[in-house]
């Protein structure tokens, strides 16, 4: 069982930045990837960014180059540093402890309830 609680959230204006941290509970940690995704208001949920056990990483093309992940197995936490946010990064930010597959991140069932990330002037 693994317990997710996403914070680092807020309103920040374009340009800014913004660090989400995803604390996870059990000591199961280390054997998943990491994703973190995203969800706008009357949008799908998408994934935005997710490392592997051994610290690969693989971004969305909206982000490439502005956010990047990063996991902390000692203190069960991934990160997801947001630089240069566009008023279409605002969403709800959820992390998950998932599976890769063929090198494809497939979701499980565990999930964050999720920070809200508003990029407003």
């Known amino acids: 069982q693994v317990q997710l609680v996403e914070s680092g959230g807020g309103l920040v204006q374009p340009g800014g930045s913004l660090r989400l941290s995803c604390a996870a509970s059990?000591?199961?940690?280390?054997?998943?990837?990491m994703g973190w995704y995203r969800q706008a208001p009357g949008k799908q949920r998408e994934l935005v960014a997710f490392t592997s056990i051994r610290d690969s990483t693989n971004y969305a093309d909206s982000v490439k180059g502005r956010f990047t992940i990063s996991r902390d197995n000692a203190k069960n936490t991934v990160y997801l540093q947001m630089n240069s946010l566009k008023p279409e990064d605002t969403a709800v930010y959820y992390c998950n402890a998932g599976l890769l597959i063929v090198g494809s991140y497939a979701p499980t069932n565990y999930w964050g309830l999720g920070t809200q990330v508003t990029v407003s002037s």
């Open positions: 059990g000591s199961i940690f280390s054997r998943y990837a």
